[in-house]
């Protein structure tokens, strides 16, 4: 694992991510969308809650799986709802019928840097940190069953996770 400053970057399980505080890496739904085009969206987490689809997103190809909105397959003209505190699961195919996803964007500062790092970087104790250890086993444990191409989480930090190891440095470079 590596980090520059705020920005907390390394690799697990064949994927490659990174995490900075909001506002600090300049990932847009473009970047997004031209990265992953004919793949799936599904935002499993809009602004802390669930998300319904509206009847114009429906006639667009949107549809709802359990409480979860899917894209039609990606495009660059597609509009995207966004918010803050959204996350987002980006595949070739989505299928969330009977699945629970539970939202790491709602746990204030939600980061995938160890703990060791965290303490290095700040100066306080490791201990400070040990909190996030369990947190970040569900996640990783979650992001393996969905096994997505792409994972993205807005809140207090932006999370990117991804197969892409391309994608993932070009977010880190914007």
Same mark, same amino acid.
């Given at each position: &694992? *590596?980090?520059?400053?705020?920005?907390?970057?390394?690799?697990r399980d064949g994927?490659?991510? =990174?995490?900075?505080? +909001?506002?600090? @890496?300049?990932?847009? #739904? &473009?970047?997004?969308?031209?990265?992953?085009?004919? &793949? *799936? @969206?599904?935002?499993?987490?809009?602004?802390?809650?669930?998300?319904?689809?509206?009847? !114009?997103?429906?006639? =667009?190809?949107?549809? &709802? !799986?359990?409480?979860?909105?899917?894209?039609?397959? @990606?495009?660059?003209? %597609?509009e995207v709802p966004?918010? #803050?505190? +959204?996350?987002?699961?980006?595949?070739?195919?989505?299928?969330?019928? #009977?699945?629970?996803?539970?939202?790491?964007?709602?746990?204030?500062?939600?980061?995938?840097?160890?703990?060791?790092?965290?303490? !290095?970087?700040?100066? $306080?104790?490791?201990?400070?940190?040990e909190f996030w $250890?369990? %947190?970040?086993? $569900?996640?990783?444990? !979650? @992001?393996?069953?969905?096994?997505?191409?792409?994972?993205?989480?807005?809140?207090?930090?932006?999370?990117?996770?991804?197969?892409?190891?391309?994608?993932?440095?070009?977010? #880190?470079?914007?």
């Amino acid at each position: &694992m *590596r980090h520059e400053l705020n920005v907390f970057a390394g690799s697990r399980d064949g994927y490659s991510w =990174l995490v900075a505080p +909001d506002g600090q @890496l300049a990932l847009t #739904h &473009m970047l997004v969308k031209r990265s992953h085009l004919g &793949m *799936r @969206l599904a935002i499993t987490c809009f602004d802390s809650g669930s998300i319904t689809a509206t009847e !114009q997103e429906l006639s =667009l190809g949107w549809s &709802m !799986q359990g409480e979860v909105m899917v894209s039609p397959p @990606l495009t660059e003209t %597609l509009e995207v709802p966004g918010d #803050h505190y +959204d996350e987002w699961y980006i595949s070739e195919t989505q299928r969330f019928e #009977h699945s629970v996803v539970e939202p790491f964007v709602n746990y204030g500062g939600f980061t995938l840097a160890a703990s060791e790092v965290l303490a !290095q970087n700040t100066g $306080r104790a490791e201990a400070n940190y040990e909190f996030w $250890r369990p %947190l970040q086993e $569900r996640f990783w444990r !979650q @992001l393996l069953r969905i096994a997505p191409e792409t994972f993205i989480g807005w809140g207090d930090n932006t999370v990117v996770v991804s197969r892409r190891y391309d994608f993932v440095r070009a977010v #880190h470079a914007s």
